[in-house]
């Protein structure tokens, strides 16, 4: 499975970025969005179920943040608003072939990563 994630850059506090990732392959996964800044852990930002019903969010992005998913195309989206200089990290999607109804926030539990894109935002 490979996982392909696009859309980072460089924007301005308080700007916008619309982050996207494609898994190939015609299997049911869960997906999460992580990110890791320099000399920091990866972090979970965003996770949500296959079945789109189950969603979480990281207290520091929720209210700005939002995650979505086209199923048909295997794709999830991560909706980035209000940016701030702190969310400046390289983010990750990632999968776990899991079609149930749950979410998974521990990098552990997810078996497919995608390549990173770096994230910006400047003050």
């Known amino acids: 499975v490979q996982l392909q994630a696009s859309g980072g850059g460089l924007v301005q506090a308080g700007g916008s970025l619309r982050l996207s990732c494609a898994a190939s392959?015609?299997?049911?996964?869960?997906m999460g969005w992580f990110r890791q800044a320099p000399g920091k852990e990866r972090d979970i930002v965003a996770a949500?179920?296959?079945?789109?019903?189950?969603?979480y969010y990281a207290n520091s992005v929720k209210g700005r943040f939002t995650i979505s998913r086209d199923n048909a195309k295997n794709a999830v989206y991560l909706q980035m608003n209000s940016l701030k200089p702190e969310d400046t990290a390289v983010y990750y999607c990632?999968?776990?072939?899991?079609?149930?109804?749950?979410?998974?926030?521990?990098?552990?539990?997810?078996?497919?990563w995608g390549r990173g894109t770096q994230v910006t935002v400047s003050s």
């Open positions: 990632a999968a776990v072939d899991r079609s149930g109804g749950y979410y998974y926030t521990l990098p552990s539990a997810y078996d497919y």
């Open positions: 392959g015609s299997r049911k996964y869960a």
């Open positions: 949500m179920s296959w079945s789109g019903g189950m969603l």
